[in-house]
Protein backbone atom coordinates (compact mmCIF):
# COMPACT_ATOMS: atom_id res chain seq x y z
CA UNK A 1 0.00 0.00 0.00
CA UNK A 2 1.19 3.65 -1.08
CA UNK A 3 2.31 5.48 2.06
CA UNK A 4 3.85 8.93 2.59
CA UNK A 5 6.68 7.07 3.55
CA UNK A 6 7.26 4.77 0.88
CA UNK A 7 10.79 5.68 -0.78
CA UNK A 8 12.51 6.51 2.17
CA UNK A 9 15.43 5.24 2.49
CA UNK A 10 18.09 4.44 5.49
CA UNK A 11 19.97 7.26 6.18
CA UNK A 12 23.38 7.13 4.84
CA UNK A 13 24.98 8.18 8.14
CA UNK A 14 23.58 4.56 10.09
CA UNK A 15 24.33 2.36 6.55
CA UNK A 16 28.11 3.73 7.04
CA UNK A 17 28.60 4.18 10.49
CA UNK A 18 27.04 0.09 10.53
CA UNK A 19 29.46 -0.64 8.37
CA UNK A 20 32.10 0.61 10.07
CA UNK A 21 31.46 -1.37 12.97
CA UNK A 22 31.05 -4.31 11.35
CA UNK A 23 34.70 -3.93 9.48
CA UNK A 24 36.55 -2.83 12.50
CA UNK A 25 37.21 0.10 10.30
CA UNK A 26 37.96 3.84 10.86
CA UNK A 27 35.09 5.84 10.75
CA UNK A 28 35.30 8.59 9.33
CA UNK A 29 31.83 8.42 8.08
CA UNK A 30 28.91 10.55 10.06
CA UNK A 31 30.04 13.62 10.90
CA UNK A 32 31.25 13.76 14.92
CA UNK A 33 34.02 14.11 16.64
CA UNK A 34 35.70 11.42 18.44
CA UNK A 35 37.03 13.64 21.20
CA UNK A 36 35.32 14.63 24.36
CA UNK A 37 33.03 18.18 25.23
CA UNK A 38 34.88 20.35 27.88
CA UNK A 39 34.88 18.93 30.80
CA UNK A 40 33.31 22.05 32.74
CA UNK A 41 30.24 21.73 30.23
CA UNK A 42 30.02 18.38 31.57
CA UNK A 43 30.28 19.69 35.04
CA UNK A 44 27.32 22.49 34.41
CA UNK A 45 24.94 19.72 33.56
CA UNK A 46 25.75 17.35 36.57
CA UNK A 47 25.82 20.80 38.72
CA UNK A 48 22.20 21.64 36.80
CA UNK A 49 20.92 17.98 37.24
CA UNK A 50 22.00 18.10 40.71
CA UNK A 51 20.81 21.76 41.36
CA UNK A 52 17.07 19.95 40.89
CA UNK A 53 16.63 21.01 36.89
CA UNK A 54 15.04 17.83 36.02
CA UNK A 55 11.26 18.72 35.28
CA UNK A 56 10.22 20.07 32.62
CA UNK A 57 11.64 22.97 30.51
CA UNK A 58 8.89 25.83 29.58
CA UNK A 59 7.61 24.69 25.97
CA UNK A 60 9.80 26.86 24.04
CA UNK A 61 12.82 26.31 26.31
CA UNK A 62 14.67 27.20 29.04
CA UNK A 63 14.58 31.18 29.09
CA UNK A 64 18.11 32.40 30.57
CA UNK A 65 19.33 30.07 27.64
CA UNK A 66 17.23 32.00 24.68
CA UNK A 67 18.17 34.85 26.00
CA UNK A 68 22.32 33.56 26.25
CA UNK A 69 21.39 33.02 22.37
CA UNK A 70 19.77 36.39 21.52
CA UNK A 71 22.69 37.77 23.14
CA UNK A 72 25.16 35.49 20.68
CA UNK A 73 23.41 36.79 17.85
CA UNK A 74 23.21 40.11 18.48
CA UNK A 75 27.05 40.30 18.94
CA UNK A 76 27.72 38.26 16.12
CA UNK A 77 24.92 39.37 13.19
CA UNK A 78 23.93 42.54 15.40
CA UNK A 79 20.40 41.76 15.14
CA UNK A 80 18.06 41.26 18.07
CA UNK A 81 16.07 38.33 18.06
CA UNK A 82 13.60 38.29 21.10
CA UNK A 83 13.59 35.71 23.73
CA UNK A 84 10.46 35.71 24.60
CA UNK A 85 9.00 35.18 21.18
CA UNK A 86 11.18 34.43 18.48
CA UNK A 87 13.86 31.59 19.71
CA UNK A 88 12.56 27.65 20.22
CA UNK A 89 15.21 25.27 21.72
CA UNK A 90 15.08 22.06 20.05
CA UNK A 91 15.88 18.42 19.80
CA UNK A 92 18.59 19.47 17.61
CA UNK A 93 18.88 21.04 14.12
CA UNK A 94 16.84 17.76 12.26
CA UNK A 95 13.96 18.24 14.72
CA UNK A 96 13.71 22.04 14.39
CA UNK A 97 13.74 21.43 10.25
CA UNK A 98 11.32 18.83 10.33
CA UNK A 99 9.23 21.20 12.84
CA UNK A 100 9.60 24.39 10.36
CA UNK A 101 8.68 22.28 7.24
CA UNK A 102 6.15 20.66 8.97
CA UNK A 103 4.39 24.12 10.63
CA UNK A 104 4.54 25.87 6.70
CA UNK A 105 4.75 23.04 4.32
CA UNK A 106 1.42 21.81 2.28
CA UNK A 107 0.25 19.51 -0.40
CA UNK A 108 1.97 20.86 -3.23
CA UNK A 109 4.21 23.42 -2.31
CA UNK A 110 7.69 24.01 -3.88
CA UNK A 111 10.58 23.50 -2.20
CA UNK A 112 13.80 24.88 -3.77
CA UNK A 113 16.72 22.56 -2.35
CA UNK A 114 20.50 22.67 -3.16
CA UNK A 115 22.05 19.42 -3.90
CA UNK A 116 24.37 17.51 -2.62
CA UNK A 117 21.78 18.19 0.16
CA UNK A 118 21.76 17.03 3.92
CA UNK A 119 19.72 13.93 3.91
CA UNK A 120 16.67 15.08 6.29
CA UNK A 121 15.32 17.93 3.77
CA UNK A 122 13.69 16.09 0.89
CA UNK A 123 11.88 12.85 2.76
CA UNK A 124 10.72 15.56 5.43
CA UNK A 125 9.41 17.97 2.41
CA UNK A 126 7.57 14.89 0.83
CA UNK A 127 6.16 13.39 4.33
CA UNK A 128 4.01 16.62 4.59
CA UNK A 129 3.07 16.46 0.73
CA UNK A 130 5.63 19.02 -0.38
CA UNK A 131 7.81 18.83 -4.12
CA UNK A 132 10.98 18.95 -3.55
CA UNK A 133 12.61 21.36 -6.99
CA UNK A 134 16.48 20.53 -6.15
CA UNK A 135 18.88 22.72 -8.04
CA UNK A 136 22.45 20.62 -8.18
CA UNK A 137 25.73 22.57 -7.48
CA UNK A 138 28.77 21.42 -8.58
CA UNK A 139 32.47 20.66 -8.09
CA UNK A 140 35.30 22.34 -7.99
CA UNK A 141 32.97 25.04 -6.76
CA UNK A 142 29.52 23.69 -5.55
CA UNK A 143 28.52 27.87 -6.25
CA UNK A 144 24.74 28.47 -7.08
CA UNK A 145 23.78 29.61 -10.00
CA UNK A 146 21.01 32.37 -9.23
CA UNK A 147 19.84 33.18 -12.26
CA UNK A 148 19.01 29.49 -12.25
CA UNK A 149 17.40 29.53 -8.75
CA UNK A 150 15.19 32.61 -10.45
CA UNK A 151 14.51 30.00 -13.53
CA UNK A 152 12.97 27.14 -11.18
CA UNK A 153 10.57 29.54 -9.42
CA UNK A 154 6.96 28.81 -9.91
CA UNK A 155 3.64 30.33 -8.51
CA UNK A 156 3.77 27.15 -6.59
CA UNK A 157 7.45 27.93 -4.75
CA UNK A 158 6.94 28.35 -1.21
CA UNK A 159 10.30 27.88 0.51
CA UNK A 160 14.01 27.79 -0.07
CA UNK A 161 16.44 25.79 1.82
CA UNK A 162 20.20 26.87 2.25
CA UNK A 163 23.04 25.16 4.13
CA UNK A 164 26.19 27.43 4.35
CA UNK A 165 28.71 26.63 5.69
CA UNK A 166 27.76 23.83 3.52
CA UNK A 167 27.74 19.81 3.91
CA UNK A 168 29.37 17.60 2.51
CA UNK A 169 31.28 20.01 0.20
CA UNK A 170 33.07 22.76 2.57
CA UNK A 171 31.75 25.93 0.32
CA UNK A 172 30.17 29.20 2.04
CA UNK A 173 27.81 31.42 1.02
CA UNK A 174 29.44 34.66 0.36
CA UNK A 175 27.93 38.12 1.02
CA UNK A 176 26.67 38.59 -2.31
CA UNK A 177 24.95 35.04 -2.53
CA UNK A 178 22.75 36.20 0.62
CA UNK A 179 22.07 39.48 -1.13
CA UNK A 180 20.50 37.59 -4.22
CA UNK A 181 18.80 35.00 -1.97
CA UNK A 182 17.27 37.93 -0.19
CA UNK A 183 15.99 39.94 -3.81
CA UNK A 184 14.39 36.71 -5.32
CA UNK A 185 12.81 35.70 -1.65
CA UNK A 186 10.90 38.97 -1.26
CA UNK A 187 10.40 39.14 -4.99
CA UNK A 188 8.60 35.97 -4.94
CA UNK A 189 7.10 35.92 -1.33
CA UNK A 190 9.56 32.83 -0.44
CA UNK A 191 9.98 31.49 3.06
CA UNK A 192 14.02 30.29 3.80
CA UNK A 193 15.26 28.11 6.05
CA UNK A 194 18.90 28.73 6.60
CA UNK A 195 20.62 25.68 8.35
CA UNK A 196 23.66 27.39 9.65
CA UNK A 197 24.65 24.47 12.21
CA UNK A 198 28.22 25.06 11.17
CA UNK A 199 28.17 28.72 11.66
CA UNK A 200 31.34 28.90 13.82
CA UNK A 201 33.27 26.47 11.46
CA UNK A 202 34.47 28.97 8.71
CA UNK A 203 38.20 28.96 7.65
CA UNK A 204 41.38 31.04 5.75
CA UNK A 205 39.56 34.66 7.11
CA UNK A 206 36.30 33.74 5.54
CA UNK A 207 33.26 35.32 7.35
CA UNK A 208 30.02 32.89 7.47
CA UNK A 209 27.41 35.39 6.70
CA UNK A 210 23.82 34.22 8.99
CA UNK A 211 20.71 35.37 7.50
CA UNK A 212 20.48 37.13 10.70
CA UNK A 213 22.36 39.91 9.23
CA UNK A 214 20.22 40.75 6.42
CA UNK A 215 17.44 42.28 7.76
CA UNK A 216 15.17 41.82 4.84
CA UNK A 217 15.99 38.04 4.83
CA UNK A 218 15.48 37.49 8.46
CA UNK A 219 11.89 38.25 8.81
CA UNK A 220 11.18 35.28 6.37
CA UNK A 221 13.39 32.76 7.64
CA UNK A 222 14.32 29.83 10.22
CA UNK A 223 17.56 29.87 11.20
CA UNK A 224 18.64 26.99 12.63
CA UNK A 225 22.01 25.87 14.61
CA UNK A 226 23.24 22.67 16.75
CA UNK A 227 25.09 22.92 19.63
CA UNK A 228 26.20 19.45 18.95
CA UNK A 229 28.62 20.50 16.31
CA UNK A 230 29.75 23.62 18.41
CA UNK A 231 30.44 22.00 22.04
CA UNK A 232 31.44 18.42 20.81
CA UNK A 233 28.56 17.21 21.95
CA UNK A 234 26.19 15.86 18.88
CA UNK A 235 24.94 12.83 21.12
CA UNK A 236 23.20 15.93 23.07
CA UNK A 237 20.84 16.65 20.00
CA UNK A 238 19.93 19.85 21.26
CA UNK A 239 19.78 22.97 18.97
CA UNK A 240 17.77 25.91 18.34
CA UNK A 241 15.61 27.85 15.88
CA UNK A 242 14.79 31.33 15.76
CA UNK A 243 12.87 33.44 13.38
CA UNK A 244 10.49 36.73 13.58
CA UNK A 245 7.45 35.93 15.73
CA UNK A 246 4.88 35.09 13.49
CA UNK A 247 7.04 32.47 11.98
CA UNK A 248 8.09 31.34 15.47
CA UNK A 249 4.30 31.41 16.67
CA UNK A 250 3.73 28.45 13.73
CA UNK A 251 6.93 26.69 14.64
CA UNK A 252 5.82 26.35 17.93
CA UNK A 253 2.13 25.08 16.97
CA UNK A 254 3.77 21.98 15.94
CA UNK A 255 6.81 21.70 18.73
CA UNK A 256 4.04 21.75 21.22
CA UNK A 257 3.05 18.49 20.44
CA UNK A 258 5.92 17.04 18.90
CA UNK A 259 8.17 17.44 21.71
CA UNK A 260 6.79 19.63 24.14
CA UNK A 261 10.20 20.92 24.84
CA UNK A 262 13.79 19.21 25.52
CA UNK A 263 16.55 18.28 27.88
CA UNK A 264 16.51 20.85 30.65
CA UNK A 265 19.53 19.93 32.92
CA UNK A 266 21.71 20.40 29.30
CA UNK A 267 19.90 23.68 28.06
CA UNK A 268 20.37 25.35 31.87
CA UNK A 269 24.72 24.02 31.41
CA UNK A 270 24.51 25.51 27.76
CA UNK A 271 22.97 28.70 29.27
CA UNK A 272 25.54 29.15 31.27
CA UNK A 273 28.25 28.35 29.31
CA UNK A 274 27.61 30.53 26.25
CA UNK A 275 28.17 33.25 28.75
CA UNK A 276 31.79 33.19 27.55
CA UNK A 277 32.08 33.88 23.63
CA UNK A 278 35.51 32.35 23.65
CA UNK A 279 33.96 28.91 23.96
CA UNK A 280 32.76 29.19 20.32
CA UNK A 281 34.42 32.02 18.88
CA UNK A 282 37.66 29.71 18.84
CA UNK A 283 36.20 27.07 17.24
CA UNK A 284 37.02 27.96 13.93
CA UNK A 285 40.62 28.43 14.22
CA UNK A 286 40.55 24.71 16.39
CA UNK A 287 39.04 23.18 13.24
CA UNK A 288 41.21 24.62 10.58
CA UNK A 289 44.47 23.69 12.46
CA UNK A 290 42.89 19.81 12.22
CA UNK A 291 42.23 20.44 8.64
CA UNK A 292 45.69 21.98 7.87
CA UNK A 293 46.67 18.74 9.55
CA UNK A 294 44.59 16.54 7.71
CA UNK A 295 45.96 17.86 4.36
CA UNK A 296 49.24 18.28 5.08
CA UNK A 297 49.55 14.23 5.74
CA UNK A 298 47.51 13.68 2.68
CA UNK A 299 49.94 15.49 0.65
CA UNK A 300 51.44 12.90 -1.16
CA UNK A 301 48.24 10.93 -1.85
CA UNK A 302 46.25 10.23 -4.88
CA UNK A 303 43.07 12.31 -3.97
CA UNK A 304 42.40 15.30 -5.55
CA UNK A 305 41.30 17.67 -2.96
CA UNK A 306 40.59 21.49 -2.39
CA UNK A 307 40.43 22.71 0.53
CA UNK A 308 37.29 23.06 2.40
CA UNK A 309 36.31 26.67 3.30
CA UNK A 310 34.14 25.43 6.35
CA UNK A 311 32.21 22.58 8.32
CA UNK A 312 34.22 19.59 9.78
CA UNK A 313 33.90 17.85 6.61
CA UNK A 314 36.71 17.66 3.44
CA UNK A 315 36.05 16.20 -0.06
CA UNK A 316 38.16 13.60 -1.70
CA UNK A 317 38.33 13.63 -5.40
CA UNK A 318 39.27 9.59 -6.60
CA UNK A 319 38.76 10.08 -10.22
CA UNK A 320 42.57 9.61 -10.34
CA UNK A 321 42.00 6.65 -8.71
CA UNK A 322 38.85 4.12 -9.82
CA UNK A 323 35.98 4.32 -12.46
CA UNK A 324 33.68 2.82 -9.80
CA UNK A 325 30.81 5.07 -8.59
CA UNK A 326 30.68 6.49 -5.42
CA UNK A 327 29.12 4.24 -3.27
CA UNK A 328 31.23 0.57 -4.76
CA UNK A 329 33.86 2.92 -3.97
CA UNK A 330 33.17 3.56 -0.44
CA UNK A 331 31.78 0.03 0.48
CA UNK A 332 35.44 -1.04 -1.01
CA UNK A 333 37.34 1.53 0.92
CA UNK A 334 35.21 0.22 4.05
CA UNK A 335 35.92 -3.63 4.20
CA UNK A 336 39.57 -3.83 2.21
CA UNK A 337 41.41 -0.83 3.56
CA UNK A 338 38.98 -0.71 6.63
CA UNK A 339 38.42 3.02 6.52
CA UNK A 340 34.51 4.44 6.15
CA UNK A 341 33.90 7.29 4.22
CA UNK A 342 30.53 9.29 2.77
CA UNK A 343 29.15 8.85 -0.75
CA UNK A 344 28.58 12.10 -1.86
CA UNK A 345 26.09 11.08 -4.60
CA UNK A 346 23.70 9.87 -2.04
CA UNK A 347 23.14 13.85 -1.35
CA UNK A 348 22.52 14.55 -5.36
CA UNK A 349 19.89 14.70 -7.91
CA UNK A 350 19.35 11.28 -8.97
CA UNK A 351 22.48 9.99 -10.90
CA UNK A 352 24.81 12.92 -10.76
CA UNK A 353 27.84 10.96 -8.99
CA UNK A 354 31.10 12.98 -9.40
CA UNK A 355 32.99 10.57 -8.03
CA UNK A 356 33.82 12.37 -4.67
CA UNK A 357 33.88 10.95 -1.03
CA UNK A 358 33.36 12.68 2.03
CA UNK A 359 35.53 12.86 5.30
CA UNK A 360 35.45 14.38 8.99
CA UNK A 361 38.10 15.63 10.09
CA UNK A 362 36.65 16.24 13.75
CA UNK A 363 38.90 13.56 14.52
CA UNK A 364 42.03 13.32 17.41
CA UNK A 365 45.37 13.65 15.81
CA UNK A 366 46.26 10.34 15.68
CA UNK A 367 43.24 9.08 14.30
CA UNK A 368 43.81 11.50 11.46
CA UNK A 369 47.08 9.90 11.26
CA UNK A 370 46.08 6.41 10.98
CA UNK A 371 43.37 7.44 8.65
CA UNK A 372 46.00 9.33 6.43
CA UNK A 373 48.61 6.71 6.18
CA UNK A 374 45.44 4.11 4.97
CA UNK A 375 44.30 7.07 2.35
CA UNK A 376 47.92 7.30 0.68
CA UNK A 377 47.99 3.66 0.42
CA UNK A 378 45.04 3.84 -1.75
N1 LIG B 1 22.08 20.08 9.09
C1 LIG B 1 23.29 19.74 8.66
C2 LIG B 1 23.85 20.40 7.45
C3 LIG B 1 24.03 18.77 9.34
O1 LIG B 1 25.23 18.42 8.90
C4 LIG B 1 23.45 18.17 10.49
C5 LIG B 1 24.13 17.06 11.24
N2 LIG B 1 25.37 17.05 11.31
C6 LIG B 1 22.21 18.56 10.91
C7 LIG B 1 21.53 19.50 10.18
C8 LIG B 1 21.54 17.93 12.10
O2 LIG B 1 22.05 18.42 13.28
P1 LIG B 1 21.65 17.79 14.70
O3 LIG B 1 22.59 16.68 14.96
O4 LIG B 1 21.78 18.92 15.66
O5 LIG B 1 20.24 17.31 14.57
N1 LIG C 1 25.19 15.56 10.26
C1 LIG C 1 26.02 14.42 10.36
C2 LIG C 1 26.74 14.22 9.05
O1 LIG C 1 26.54 14.92 8.11
C3 LIG C 1 25.27 13.15 10.69
C4 LIG C 1 24.04 13.28 11.46
C5 LIG C 1 23.26 12.01 11.45
O2 LIG C 1 23.82 10.95 11.67
N2 LIG C 1 22.02 12.09 11.13
O3 LIG C 1 27.50 13.32 8.96
Not at 23 to 47: C, H, W
Not at 139 to 147: L, M, Q, S
Not at 195 to 206: K, P, Q, S
Not at 272 to 281: C, D, F, G, S
Request: aromatic share 12%; glycine share 4%; proline share 4%.
Amino acid sequence: KATNTNNIKESIFTVMSKMATKYEAINLSQGFPNFDSDPDLINLVEAAMRNGHNQYAPMAGDFELRTQISLKIELLYKKIFKAETEITITAGATQAIFTAIAATIHKNDEVIIFTPAYDCYEPTIRLFGGISVPIQLRPPGYHVDWAEVEGKITSKTRMIIINSPHNPSGMIFSEKDMLQLEAIAEKHDLLVISDEVYEHIVFDGLQHYSAAKFPKLSQRTFIIASFGKTFHNTGWKLGYCVASEALMKKFQMVHQFNVFCVNHPMQKALATYLKTPENYLNLGAFYQQKRNYFLSLLKDSRFGIIPSSGTYFQLLDYSEISDEGDIAFTERLTKEYKIATIPTSVFNKEGADFKQIRVCFAKTEATLEAAAKILKSI
